[in-house]
């Protein structure tokens, strides 16, 4: 199975800052990416696919890199809105798998 | 608006079964392969089972392959899991979601329901 690593499962920020969640897979997989968010009480929103691409709705805040192993989510001028969960997943192979999940909180 | 609203999570006992059920809305259901996903408590999110438009291909993971079954009715607009010989790792929320390309497997979530719980307890 592909193992997707997020190393930071915590991340304390303040409106106004840049971030950047990292995720990391265990093997190649082009850029069969997608990051997620979950906010308290609502459902899971599909963010950015193929690596990089923003889902239709996605600020332009938001921006995705990396390809094969190596990828990044950054989220440039937090807004108050963005604070949450941010999970990365694969879906070049099955299982598809995700990761543990970076909990951005506000500093 | 596309919805998806999951139903007939509880309670249940380890060894027992459980169906769950999802009705979507707002898309034309049987164009697109569906998923289930499940967080447990405190944990990532881990994918149960993909089904194909038709219903003809079920994908699973070794985890809960031969306990649990992915169906769907194109008409009802619905999804299924039947999950049999539940174990109390299946504990877990079980999220319906929607493969986000026209009948295609490989392509990420886009689309996610609020999510059943299901505990498994004796």
């Known amino acids: 199975d592909v193992q997707m690593t997020q190393s930071l499962s915590y991340l304390a920020a303040s409106p106004g800052e840049s971030v950047s969640i990292s995720c990391k897979a265990s093997?190649?997989?082009?850029?069969?990416l997608a990051w997620y968010q979950q906010k308290p009480g609502e459902a899971y929103k599909l963010l950015i696919y193929?690596?990089?691409t923003l889902q239709s709705g996605t600020p332009s805040r938001f921006s995705g890199s990396g390809s094969g192993t190596d990828f990044t989510l950054t989220i440039r001028s937090l807004e108050p809105e963005d604070f949450g969960l941010y999970y990365c997943q694969q879906y070049y192979e099955k299982p598809f798998t995700f990761g543990s999940g970076t909990k951005l909180e506000i500093k | 608006e596309v919805q998806l609203v999951e139903s007939g999570g509880g309670l249940v006992q380890p060894g027992r079964s459980l169906k769950l059920s999802c009705a979507a809305s707002?898309?034309?259901?049987?164009?697109?392969?569906m998923a289930w996903v499940r967080q447990a408590p405190k944990k990532g999110l881990e994918w149960v089972a993909t089904i194909s438009t038709s219903g003809s291909r079920t994908y699973y993971p070794d985890s809960v392959k031969g306990r649990f079954t992915i169906s769907r009715d194109n008409a009802k607009s619905s999804l299924y899991l039947q999950m049999n010989s539940l174990k109390s790792e299946d504990t877990a929320t079980y999220y319906c979601?929607?493969?986000?390309?026209?009948?295609?497997?490989?392509?990420?979530?886009?689309?996610w329901g609020q999510g059943a719980s299901v505990t498994v307890s004796s």
């Open positions: 979601a929607r493969h986000s390309a026209l009948r295609i497997l490989r392509t990420p979530m886009d689309a």
């Open positions: 707002g898309f034309t259901f049987s164009n697109y392969y």
């Open positions: 093997k190649s997989i082009s850029n069969y």
């Open positions: 193929s690596g990089s």
